[in-house]
């Protein structure tokens, strides 16, 4: 890229990283001592505010820059992603989000541990949390170094992983001083900018076929060098029975993977009641909906203007797909409209990446202090010392990140995020539903569901092709390869189910029917949440 590119989209990023800092340092001189303020912002955020933020927490580097290049890529097989992450959210309006803000305080463990022995139900939900949290960083982080490669000309391996350490950097920043409320501000300033970004291109893409999709749709395809096939399932997923599998398994994980994401169900507790957490789903459906229709829209844009070919040069897994798009929409390489509007595209993502981090890593460090840390010393933990933890944590989980980020930085950011959204669907969503639904339920239940999701879901991955013996893994030197699909939620979702029943069923303690039927009274009405 020329050097006005540089210049201006380095100008762009520095004005939003100085507009986020300056609203946590002014958030950090209000009082954040309390658990409360830390970690849900005192709970005074309307439900259109608290939209906004959730929008902004979903729609991630993954979106943006992921599913519109597997989208440019792969045609057809690359909108399941948009199908997946848009159809998820029923689930979360329908099943999770008034009755997890009735039952807990600050995290997942708090809606399970409101009928089961505390102190093992909080440490399973707490390591599982922060491993959710760690995949997605990773996947935010991988966005940002095929960001900043791009703008520095793909040259400069040092730049991108530099890239990834000061994105870890600034999260951390953003968590420790700034908490819930920063975060909060932070994700809708992004949301805001993210949508009118969005739109832009979506209606210059539109323009340039004249708004007939149609034309779009036809370009793309002739321009794939796959013809029709381009517009028809199978591309990537269709080659043979393990491929059709695979995307059977990343569909269910996508699908089922937003109930139990700790980020976004942290952001329930954020608004004074569960009437105004339901509202806030409602708010973010409407702005989640439009923006991944568009990012349909700029796949297929992509594919018929940059062209796959030029995309993958660029890099390898599409995730520069938009800015690239951007650029030919703005005049292309070394024209002032092109200029702009690449700098401006690559600094709406660098926006939503900041974002996305602190959001996720806020979860993570009040998973690691709210239910690890208190449940691992004396009960009663006082909470100024375990506000201190969250920020303690927020380094470890920060620097976690960094390191995985530089590993995994070849990896495409939707199928990232795809791995992150099977463990939450194996691990977090089995305990949750069981916990709100299911009257027998016990201790033992809900931790053999956490970890019989959990660990089959890890050690899927680590001998599935994502981790070695493919030209594509992480490893690509290496042949661990025990299993065939790339996305392990076929297997391991329904091994979480399975496992919570086996727990509860061979069960010595009886259920507390008790304690079940205050926490649904509580679940369904309201009465004495937080």
């Known amino acids: 890229m020329s050097d006005d590119h540089q210049t201006l989209a380095l100008l762009l990023f520095s004005a939003f990283i100085a507009v986020t800092l300056a609203i946590t340092t002014w958030v950090s001189r209000n009082r954040q001592g309390s658990a409360e303020e830390f970690y849900a912002g005192g709970r005074l955020f309307s439900p259109m505010e608290n939209g906004f933020a959730i929008a902004g927490d979903y729609m991630s580097a993954a979106s943006f820059l992921g599913i519109s290049g597997l989208i440019a890529l792969f045609g057809y097989d690359g909108m399941l992603y948009s199908v997946g992450f848009l159809v998820a959210w029923l689930v979360v309006l329908l099943l999770v989000a008034e009755l997890v803000r009735n039952c807990g305080r600050f995290t997942l463990a708090d809606v399970v541990a409101s009928r089961m022995a505390e102190r093992p139900v909080r440490i399973a939900a707490g390591t599982s949390s922060v491993t959710v949290s760690v995949l997605y960083l990773v996947a935010q982080m991988v966005g940002a170094g095929s960001l900043v490669a791009l703008l520095l000309g793909g040259t400069s391996e040092a730049a991108r992983s530099w890239t990834v350490v000061g994105v870890g950097a600034l999260m951390v920043v953003y968590v420790s001083l700034g908490g819930m409320r920063a975060t909060t501000w932070i994700q809708i300033v992004k949301a805001v900018l993210l949508m009118a970004g969005t739109i832009t291109l979506t209606v210059l893409v539109l323009l340039r076929f004249h708004g007939d999709f149609d034309q779009l749709l036809t370009a793309a395809a002739e321009r794939s060098g796959h013809g029709r096939d381009f517009l028809a399932p199978g591309l990537r997923y269709g080659g043979d029975w393990t491929a059709r599998v695979d995307f059977v398994s990343l569909g269910l994980a996508l699908v089922l993977g937003t109930a139990g994401l700790p980020h976004i169900l942290s952001r329930f507790y954020t608004v004074p009641t569960a009437r105004a957490a339901r509202r806030s789903v409602v708010w973010s459906i409407g702005l989640i909906g439009s923006f991944y229709l568009m990012t349909i829209v700029l796949g297929f844009g992509a594919a018929a203007l940059v062209g796959p070919d030029a995309v993958r040069a660029s890099n390898s897994a599409g995730n520069t797909a938009v800015p690239l798009l951007a650029l030919d929409l ?22 939503t990446i900041l ?43 920060g620097v976690a990140a960094i390191g995985l980020g530089l590993l995994a930085r070849d990896l495409n950011v939707a199928f990232l995020v795809g791995l992150a959204f099977a463990v939450a669907a ?23 569901s956490v970890y019989g999701g959990l660990v089959p879901a890890v050690l899927l991955v680590v001998v599935s092709p994502v981790v070695s013996g493919s030209p594509e893994s ?16 076929l297997v391991s979702i329904p091994l979480g189910f399975l496992a919570g029943w086996l727990g509860t069923v061979t069960s010595p303690e009886p259920p507390d029917e008790a304690r079940h039927a205050e926490t649904e009274v509580r679940a369904l009405t309201g009465a004495g949440a937080a």
């Open 330 to 351: 703005g005049g292309g390489a070394g024209s002032t409209g092109g200029t702009v509007l690449f700098a401006v595209v690559a600094a709406v993502a660098f926006a």
């Open 355 to 397: 974002a996305v981090v602190a959001g996720i890593t806020l979860a993570s460090s009040a998973s690691v202090a709210h239910d690890l840390y208190a449940s691992l010393r004396r009960r009663h933990a006082r909470q100024y010392s375990e506000v201190t933890v969250a920020r303690l944590a927020a380094a470890g989980i």
């Open 426 to 448: 194996s691990a977090n969503l089995p305990v949750l539903l069981y916990s709100l639904f299911w009257r027998r339920f016990t201790t033992r239940g809900a931790v053999w």
């Open 474 to 489: 992480l490893f690509p030197g290496v042949d661990l390869q025990l299993f065939p699909l790339q996305n392990p939620g």
